[in-house]
């Protein structure tokens, strides 16, 4: 078991994000304790909770690419468009707005260009 805090590239422990080179770090979950690889970005760790806790408080995540992510419960009317109950928030916005599921193949530009202005009147659909 790793010591808590131990930092390592993706190939020494065994995955391939950025053909090994991205960092990783033995990391606890701030609510729960559990204790996981977590990966690194400008030298901090992007996820401070472990998936059940994230996804059971529905924390929003700020990603390095922009986008605002959150998750959704199996119930919610949205689901089917998640990655395992996991979206980006202007696709949510959108799907809401057009009161359907998006397609995988419709994106969402964002008007003003900025990723996290997730304005109702910001977000358009193209395909």
């Known amino acids: 078991m790793p010591e808590l805090g131990e930092i390592k590239r993706a190939k ?3 995955r391939k994000d950025g053909k090994g080179s991205v960092k990783f770090i033995w990391y606890a979950c701030e609510k729960c304790g559990k204790q ?27 990603r390095t690419d922009g986008y605002i992510y959150t998750w959704l419960k199996h119930d919610d009317f949205l689901y089917p ?11 949510l916005i959108m799907a809401k707005k057009l009161g359907r599921c998006l397609q995988p193949w419709e994106m969402v530009h ?16 193209v395909s």
């Open 12 to 14: 020494e422990i065994g």
């Open 36 to 62: 996981r690889w977590v990966r690194l970005v400008r030298e901090k760790p992007i996820y401070t909770l472990c998936f059940a806790c994230a996804k059971g408080k529905h924390e929003r995540t700020k």
């Open 110 to 125: 964002h008007k003003n260009g900025k990723r996290d202005d997730n304005r109702p009147e910001n977000p358009e659909l």
């Open 81 to 91: 468009m998640t990655l395992g109950g996991r979206s980006i928030v202007d696709r």
